[in-house]
Nanobody, 119 residues
């Protein structure tokens, strides 16, 4: 099993910054891409950013230029630096990790961390 533990959420004013962290532990062989998703009340979960094991990052259009995803492969940790936060960024943010061992692929999820941006 893979365990993902997020931290760094909280309450911040619009225009402020937060940095989320997600530490992966457990059976990490085959660990590949990691990602951040978010889910606002009454809305579907949406992809925010992904990063491959080689460090290639992709972003949803609504966070481009404001958020930066990075990872530390030694510590098996992924980060999300969030700048210029907007009230519409308010959501529960979830860490995701993808593992691939031979023909078996799995997605693993953290418990989520709340981010609230006040106007």
């Amino acid at each position: 099993q893979v365990q993902l533990v997020e931290s760094g959420g909280g309450l911040v004013q619009a225009g402020g910054s937060l940095r989320l962290s997600c530490a992966a532990s457990g059976r990490l062989w085959g660990l590949g891409a990691m990602a951040w998703y978010r889910q606002a009340p009454g809305k579907q979960r949406e992809l925010v950013a992904t990063i491959t094991s080689g460090g290639t990052a992709t972003y949803a259009d609504f966070v481009k230029g404001r958020f930066t995803i990075s990872r530390d492969n030694v510590k098996n940790t992924v980060f999300l630096q969030m700048n210029s936060l907007k009230p519409e960024d308010t959501a529960v943010y979830y860490c995701n990790a993808h593992t691939q061992v031979l023909l078996t692929s799995r997605d693993h999820w953290g418990q989520g961390t709340q981010v609230t941006v006040s106007s």
